[in-house]
């Protein structure tokens, strides 16, 4: 069996995107024909990323501008923006189509 589980804690911070990503495997690349990107797993409910409606499932391939990688790379380029900044544009793959997504930060 292949089992995750995982445990949310009350927090007096919100989470500046709110989303859980993971490195793409080989079963998603061989779909949408490339080999970098970001799998959300999943968006914490009332968070950024779900106001702008990021969907678990969405492949993110860009931010700002920035081509996606890797998981790890995702996290570090929206770490690097200045926290007075007000949004982040996020482009993703959802099924067939690609789309922009303007995630406006708290």
């Given at each position: ?6 445990f949310?804690?009350k927090?007096k ?6 989303i ?5 495997d080989?079963?998603?690349r061989?779909?949408?024909g490339?080999?970098g990107g970001?799998?959300?797993?999943y968006v914490?409910e ?23 990688l890797?998981a790890?790379?995702?996290?570090n ?13 996020f ?16």
């Amino acid at each position: 069996y292949n089992q995750s589980a995982y445990f949310f804690a009350k927090s007096k911070t919100k989470p500046r995107v709110g989303i859980k990503l993971k490195d793409i495997d080989n079963e998603i690349r061989k779909v949408i024909g490339r080999n970098g990107g970001a799998y959300v797993e999943y968006v914490i409910e009332g968070a950024s990323a779900f106001n702008a409606n990021v969907l678990s499932g969405d492949i993110l391939i860009e931010i700002n501008g920035a081509e996606v990688l890797n998981a790890v790379q995702a996290i570090n380029i929206m770490k690097a923006v200045p926290s007075n900044r007000q949004k982040m544009t996020f482009k993703v793959l959802r099924a067939t189509k690609t789309i922009y997504i303007d995630v406006k930060l708290f």
